[in-house]
């Protein structure tokens, strides 16, 4: 444990000594902050409905931004061997940049609370959907980082980890989308593998364990395929 929390300090701080970040999360805000505010005062409706409506969308663009740097840039640079080294497990390495990555996206959502605070000023705020969104959309920025750390586990380019990133997260997104275009047979499956799908329930107040577990397996299961990865160097 106390490796992995060495890795996450390492990356966190190495975050906010680039630009990069400051610019993902301006954009986030300004694109959220626009379709959100304008919906609202269109609306003059009290929810955080639409806020929630976009967010898995501007993470599978925004996340693979964020997470295709974690380790091909250390492949690019030659750090990797070096860094690997070190008396730490590649779990350890994986899950320490997991971790990392995923407490800017925390920030990022904290810098968002200003948005119900506002929705608070035109009326009453529904607090138990709000709490629950936001807890959705950390796990669903969890199995988004997730993805990217595997998709930047298998270059040493950051581009072509992005693209990866990307293409993984919108299959999953545009997958629970089309469900009710597919046979009534593939429904439930592609219900099941939608990230947007779960998102959305969580998002209506319905803490359901099957939507929390669906987003703890595809972490785990994306971290575990970037710690093979990175483990089967030794066999090349």
């Given at each position: 444990?106390?490796?992995?929390?060495?890795?996450?300090?390492?990356?966190?701080?190495?975050?906010?000594?680039?630009?990069?970040?400051?610019?993902?999360?301006?954009?986030?805000?300004?694109?959220?902050?626009?379709?959100?505010?304008?919906?609202?005062?269109?609306?003059?409706?009290?929810?955080?409905?639409?806020?929630?409506?976009?967010?898995?969308?501007?993470?599978?663009?925004?996340?693979?931004?964020?997470?295709?740097?974690?380790?091909?840039?250390?492949?690019?640079?030659?750090?990797?061997?070096?860094?690997?080294?070190?008396?730490?497990?590649?779990?350890?390495?994986?899950?320490?940049?997991?971790?990392?990555?995923?407490?800017?996206?925390?920030?990022?959502?904290?810098?968002?609370?200003?948005?119900?605070?506002?929705?608070?000023?035109?009326?009453p705020l529904d607090k138990g959907t709000t709490v629950a969104g936001y807890f959705g959309a950390l796990l669903m920025a969890g199995a988004y980082?997730?993805?990217?750390?595997?998709?930047?586990?298998?270059?040493?380019?950051?581009?072509?980890?992005?693209?990866?990133?990307?293409?993984?997260?919108?299959?999953?997104?545009?997958?629970?989308?089309?469900?009710?275009?597919?046979?009534?047979?593939?429904?439930?499956?592609?219900?099941?593998?939608?990230?947007?799908?779960?998102?959305?329930?969580?998002?209506?107040?319905?803490?359901?364990?099957?939507?929390?577990?669906?987003?703890?397996?595809?972490?785990?299961?994306?971290?575990?395929?970037?710690?093979?990865?990175?483990?089967?160097?030794?066999?090349?």
């Open positions: 444990m106390r490796n992995t929390l060495a890795i996450a300090k390492r990356e966190f701080t190495s975050y906010f000594n680039s630009p990069i970040p400051f610019i993902l999360v301006a954009l986030f805000v300004a694109i959220s902050g626009f379709f959100f505010f304008r919906d609202l005062f269109l609306t003059r409706q009290a929810d955080m409905r639409r806020f929630f409506e976009l967010m898995p969308l501007l993470f599978c663009i925004l996340v693979p931004l964020l997470t295709m740097r974690l380790v091909a840039e250390e492949r690019r640079e030659g750090t990797l061997e070096l860094l690997l080294t070190m008396p730490i497990t590649d779990w350890q390495l994986v899950l320490g940049k997991f971790v990392a990555a995923l407490g800017v996206m925390a920030v990022l959502l904290a810098v968002t609370l200003a948005f119900p605070i506002t929705v608070t000023a035109i009326g980082t997730a993805i990217g750390v595997m998709a930047s586990s298998f270059t040493r380019s950051q581009i072509v980890a992005a693209i990866v990133g990307f293409f993984i997260g919108f299959l999953l997104l545009i997958v629970g989308m089309v469900v009710s275009l597919v046979p009534p047979s593939l429904a439930p499956l592609f219900a099941a593998l939608g990230v947007g799908t779960h998102f959305n329930n969580i998002a209506r107040g319905v803490i359901d364990s099957r939507d929390v577990l669906y987003y703890v397996s595809m972490i785990f299961g994306c971290l575990l395929i970037a710690q093979t990865t990175l483990d089967s160097r030794r066999w090349r």
